[in-house]
């Protein structure tokens, strides 16, 4: 399948780039970034062009890949579909509903096959404890403690300017909710507070009557950094386990199983664009509860 990469940043490079230069079933023909410098870098890298217009590399491909911030994401999404291109996105799939909806809309229309990149959601180890856990049921509740830095020395993103601006909720709540959901069921009901140095925290009420808990922060001090994943319920206790592999390993499956989904004709990924959508209404609801303090 031929692929266009867009965007030059870290996350394109270490991920998106090096498994779709790797994979047997992926040809990367193209990038293209908002910083020209960048995107020859990047192409020259992986021995492909760089383009200067969307629509252009767009034009070439079969699929797209996009490492980008969402609310760019959103619109070459669009574009992409309505252009009859598979959609290999990342997470948060938009920064509004009303956006995420657009890329819904188009992918439907269109009927192309789409898989939006929850990193933790294609390490087979996760994945196999998520059905096997959801398949148990019985679960009262499950909570989520992810604090991170990307303010540290030498961190990748902390240039980032829409994780300083949207912060934790917006890049590690959608992490969270990929693990939780699937056990759990929909969210019905979104509190959320803030605490210090852009910390949220999340209370969420599923169908069936399980809740859920996430304290998350990308501004932790080094000695208090923890990621943890809890279920609670009539079985007992059971933590999530982290995945085994690298994020451009786990981005190959995701390769896999796009491919995979066009092969068969198939639009019904547990992680497609619908999936996608769901996550930023919580997430939108939460950005509502924690500025009108609401549920």
């Known amino acids: 399948m031929r692929f266009g990469l867009f965007g030059t940043g870290h996350w394109a ?51 797209i890949a996009v490492a980008l911030p969402p609310d760019i994401q959103a619109d070459i999404a669009v574009r992409a579909a309505r252009a009859g291109r598979h959609l290999l996105l990342d997470k948060p799939l938009a920064l509004s509903v009303a956006d995420a909806d657009l890329v819904v809309a188009a992918a439907e229309e269109s009927g192309v096959a789409s898989v939006v990149f929850f990193t933790q959601r294609f390490q087979p180890n996760v994945t ?113 386990p982290f995945g085994e592999n690298d994020a451009a390993t786990a981005f190959g499956v995701a390769i896999d199983q796009l491919v995979e989904q066009v092969q068969a004709g198939t639009r019904d990924h547990r992680c497609d664009v619908r999936f996608g959508r769901e996550v930023v209404a919580i997430l939108a609801a939460a950005e509502t509860a924690r500025t009108e303090s609401r549920t």
């Open 128 to 240: 196999a404890f998520l059905a096997a856990t959801a398949a148990a049921g019985g679960w009262q509740h499950g909570r989520t403690t992810a604090f991170a830095s990307i303010f540290q020395d030498g961190s990748p993103y902390g240039g980032s300017l829409w994780r300083r601006e949207h912060g934790a909720l917006w890049d590690i709540a959608p992490h969270a909710l990929s693990i939780l959901l699937p056990v759990l069921g929909r969210v019905t009901q979104v509190a959320a507070m803030d605490g210090p140095s852009g910390m949220v925290h999340l209370l969420l009420t599923h169908e069936g009557g399980a809740t859920s808990s996430a304290s998350l922060s990308l501004d932790a001090p080094t000695e208090s950094m923890a990621r943890e994943f809890v279920f609670y319920g009539e079985n007992g206790i059971e933590d999530v």
């Open 13 to 63: 490079i270490e991920t998106h780039g090096k498994a779709l230069h790797a994979h047997p079933d992926a040809e990367l023909v193209g990038v293209w970034g908002r910083n020209p410098e960048r995107a020859s870098a990047l192409a020259e890298r992986y021995g492909v062009a760089a383009y200067a217009d969307v629509d252009a590399l767009i034009e070439q491909c079969e699929a």
